[in-house]
C-alpha cells in the first residue's frame, strides 16, 4: 500500500510536470503490482523497476494487462507508440530444440472507469524466432501515427496476448505442459516498458476536423487545418510535410503562419491526386505544426475514389405553342454531370406523334448539347389543349438517367383575312350536304355551353415499376346561379398498357352552382413493367348536359432512385468567432433506393469547413449527424449531401 501511495504521489508531480511542457515521449513501466482502481489488472507508471527478480506472466494461460492510474484531465497521444517487452521461450529440455516461434501480439487500450476496454491500437501479430538454448529476447512493437484523446477519468493500457499456439492443436496438444511463454518484467534486467507520445495542453495544438477524404484521379481535396495557441505571446508557427514523393502533390497554402496569443489561425493543405491513379491508391500524410511553445501533428488520408457517371437534362422552354397540323419544335439540353465519357439513349414521351433529331448522343465529360424535338399537332386538336412532352437520356454505362418535361399549348386564331376568304367554308358545307350539316347542329348544340372546368397542378409523374401515382383534380361547376346543380360522371381513358390499373375515388359528384369539388385519380403500375412503358390517360368529366371536359395526364418510368431531403439546425444558432459550432443535418431518404456511401459537408464562406462520409439511408429512412466547425467573423453556412 505504501509503495502505491507513493506511486500516486510520484505520478501527480511528474503529470503536473507534463503539463508544463508542450509535447513529449513519456516511459511507463510494467510492475508486479495489482492496480488499485482496476484489480484484475497489473500497474504501470514512471517509476523504473529497480528489483534483481524478474517477474513472469504465461501467457499461454492467457493475455497480460497493465493500466495506469486514471488521467485527471483529457490527455492527447499524438505520435508513435512504442511497447518494448521481454519474451521467453521455456521448454523442459531446450537443447534438444533447434530452435521454437512464439507469435505475440500488443495493443494500446482505453480503460473507462466501468472497465469497459476500447482498442486505440494495435500491432500486427509478430513472430519470434528463438534458436536453440537462445531462449530470451527482448521485442519492440510500434504502432504508428496513434491520435487519440484519452478522456478524463480513463486509464490508458497496455495488452500483450499470444494469438497463435500449435500446442492447441491435437496431437501437438500433448507436449503443450512441457511449453510456456513468459512476458518477464519489473526487473532492473528485464526493463519491460511503454513509451508514450503525449501532447499535453497548453502550447501549440493542430486540429483538422475531417483528416481523411476522397478525391478523384488528378483532383484535389483540400483540409483546412486550425492551429491553437495556447500561450500568452503571439508565436510564429511553422508548417511542415513529411511527404517526399513526387507523384502525388502536397501544398501548404502557408509555410509559416502568426498565431496570436489565446487564439488560432486557419490554413489548407491541398493534396493532388495523380492522374493515372487507380481506385484504392491512397496517402498517408504528417503534418508538423512547430512553434516556440509547443509542436504538433495530424496525419491526413486521401484515397482515391471511383469515377461516377452522371446525366442532366433541362427544358430550354416551359411551354411552346403551336396550330393544329403545324409542328412544334422544342429544345432540351443533355449534359455529361460525371466523371467519363458516356453514350446516353435520347426517348420522347409525348401523345402525339413526336420525334427527336437523335436516338442516342456521346458527350464528354463536362459537355452538353442541344437536342431538338419535333412535335406533330393533330387536325383536330381543339384551341387550348395542353400535352406533355418529356424528353428522357439514359447512359448506356449505368444506371444514371433524366428526364426534363415541357408543355404543349394548342392555340389559332382567325385574322381578319381569314374571315373575309369564309365563302370557302360554305362551299365546303355545301359539298358535305344536308346530312353532314345536321350532324354538326347537334354537335354544336350539345357542346355549346362549357360547364365544366377540370383543374390539377402536377399531370405528369416519373415513377419506378411497382408505385402508384395519385393525381387530385379540381373539378368546378362553370354556371352561374342558385338552383343550378349538375351531376358530373368520370371515367379515365386513353393509352393505358396492359396489367397498369386506374382507380377513380368517385363515379359521379353533384356540385351547386360555381361549387368546386375534388376527385382522386390513382395508377397502380406493375411491379414487372420494362422501363420503357409509359401511359397517357385522359380524365373525362361528362355533365348532364353540356361539353364534356377532359385532362391528360402523363406517367413514365423510371430505375428507383434516391431522393433526399435535408433539415439543418445550428447550436448554437447565434456564431461567435473562434467558438465550436455544432451544425446537426437530418437526411431523408424519401426514394425507393438505398442512398450508399453519402457525404455531409459544411462549407462556411465557399470553403469546406468539416465533413461526414461513408453514411447509407435506406428508403422511408432518416441519418442524422452532428459536424461540428469554428466559426469565422462572418459566416455564410451550407451544407451539401452528395
Not at 521467453?88 to 472497465?115: C, H, T, W, Y
Not at 501437438?172 to 511503454?194: E, G, Q, R, V
Not at 346561379?481 to 368517385?506: C, Q, V
Request: include cysteine.
Amino acid at each position: 500500500m505504501k509503495k502505491v501511495l507513493t506511486t500516486l504521489l510520484f505520478n501527480l508531480i511528474l503529470f503536473t510536470l507534463i503539463l508544463s511542457a508542450c509535447a513529449q515521449e513519456t516511459y511507463y513501466y510494467l510492475h508486479d503490482d495489482s492496480n488499485p482502481e482496476y484489480s484484475e489488472y497489473k500497474i504501470m507508471d514512471y517509476s523504473p523497476p529497480t528489483s534483481s527478480v524478474s517477474s513472469f506472466i504465461n501467457l499461454d494461460e492467457g493475455s497480460a494487462i497493465w493500466a495506469t492510474l486514471p488521467f485527471a484531465q483529457e490527455t492527447k497521444i499524438n505520435g508513435d507508440v512504442k511497447v518494448t517487452v521481454f519474451i521467453e521461450a521455456s521448454f523442459i529440455q531446450p537443447e534438444i530444440l533447434p530452435f521454437q516461434i512464439r507469435v505475440i501480439k500488443v495493443s494500446l487500450i482505453d480503460i473507462a472507469q466501468s472497465g469497459n476496454i476500447d482498442t486505440i491500437a494495435s500491432t500486427r501479430p509478430t513472430t519470434i524466432l528463438f534458436i536453440g538454448n537462445e531462449t530470451q529476447t527482448s521485442q519492440t512493437f510500434s504502432m504508428n501515427n496513434v491520435e487519440y484523446i484519452l478522456p478524463e477519468g480513463h486509464s490508458l493500457g497496455i495488452k500483450v496476448e499470444k494469438t497463435f499456439d500449435l500446442f492447441s492443436y491435437f496431437p501437438f496438444s500433448i507436449l503443450s505442459p512441457f511449453f510456456a511463454t513468459n512476458l518477464l518484467y519489473d526487473s532492473a534486467y528485464t526493463k519491460s516498458y511503454a513509451l508514450i507520445p503525449f501532447n499535453a495542453t497548453g502550447g501549440i495544438s493542430l486540429q483538422c476536423f475531417d483528416n481523411e477524404k476522397g478525391v478523384k484521379p488528378g483532383e484535389n481535396a483540400t483540409y483546412t487545418l486550425i492551429i491553437y495557441n495556447n500561450g500568452d505571446l503571439a508565436d510564429l508557427v511553422q508548417l511542415s510535410s513529411n511527404y517526399a514523393g513526387n507523384k502525388w502533390s502536397i501544398e501548404l497554402e502557408n509555410e509559416e503562419v502568426i498565431v496570436p496569443a489565446k487564439s488560432f489561425n486557419y490554413t489548407d493543405v491541398i493534396v493532388k491526386a495523380p492522374e493515372d491513379a487507380f481506385e484504392g491508391d491512397y496517402i498517408n500524410v504528417t503534418i508538423t505544426a512547430h512553434g516556440n511553445t509547443g509542436s504538433d501533428s495530424v496525419w491526413l488520408n486521401t484515397t482515391v475514389v471511383p469515377l461516377e457517371y452522371g446525366v442532366k437534362v433541362t427544358a430550354k422552354n416551359e411551354s411552346v405553342r403551336a396550330e393544329p397540323g403545324k409542328t412544334a419544335k422544342f429544345v432540351f439540353t443533355v449534359e455529361n454531370t460525371g466523371d467519363l465519357f458516356d453514350t446516353y439513349n435520347l426517348f420522347v414521351t409525348c401523345v402525339w406523334h413526336a420525334v427527336a433529331e437523335k436516338d442516342s448522343l456521346s458527350l464528354n465529360a463536362g459537355d452538353k448539347e442541344d437536342i431538338e424535338v419535333e412535335v406533330t399537332v393533330p387536325e383536330n386538336a381543339t384551341n387550348g389543349t395542353t400535352q406533355l412532352v418529356a424528353l428522357t437520356a439514359k447512359s448506356i454505362n449505368s444506371d444514371e438517367e433524366s428526364t426534363a418535361k415541357s408543355t404543349l399549348e394548342v392555340y389559332y386564331y382567325v385574322s381578319g383575312k381569314e374571315e373575309v376568304s369564309g365563302s370557302t367554308i360554305g362551299l365546303i358545307l355545301f359539298i358535305i350536304g344536308v346530312a353532314v350539316l345536321l350532324i354538326i347542329a347537334y354537335y354544336l348544340g350539345r357542346t355549346a355551353e362549357k360547364t365544366v372546368l377540370l383543374e390539377c397542378e402536377d399531370r405528369m409523374r416519373e415513377l419506378p415499376p411497382g408505385k402508384i401515382a395519385e393525381f387530385v383534380i379540381r373539378v368546378k361547376n362553370l354556371i352561374v346561379g342558385k338552383d343550378k346543380s349538375m351531376r358530373y360522371r368520370f371515367k379515365a381513358e386513353g393509352k393505358i398498357p396492359e396489367n397498369w390499373l386506374t382507380e377513380i375515388d368517385k363515379e359521379e359528384i353533384l356540385l351547386e352552382g360555381e361549387e368546386e369539388g375534388e376527385v382522386t385519380l390513382k395508377v397502380k403500375i406493375p411491379e414487372n413493367a420494362p422501363p420503357d412503358e409509359w401511359a397517357s390517360i385522359d380524365f373525362i368529366a361528362t355533365p348532364q348536359k353540356g361539353k364534356s371536359e377532359k385532362l391528360n395526364f402523363l406517367i413514365t418510368l423510371r430505375e428507383p432512385r434516391e431522393i433526399l431531403e435535408t433539415e439543418i439546425s445550428h447550436k448554437p444558432e447565434e456564431f461567435e468567432e473562434g467558438r465550436r459550432v455544432v451544425t446537426k443535418v437530418k437526411v431523408r431518404n424519401v426514394g425507393e433506393k438505398t442512398a450508399e456511401n453519402k457525404k455531409i459537408i459544411v462549407l462556411v464562406n465557399g470553403k469546406e469547413k468539416n465533413r461526414v462520409e461513408g453514411i447509407s439511408i435506406p428508403p422511408s429512412s432518416t441519418a442524422e449527424v452532428e459536424i461540428p466547425w469554428i466559426a469565422e467573423k462572418e459566416n455564410e453556412v451550407e451544407v451539401k449531401v452528395e
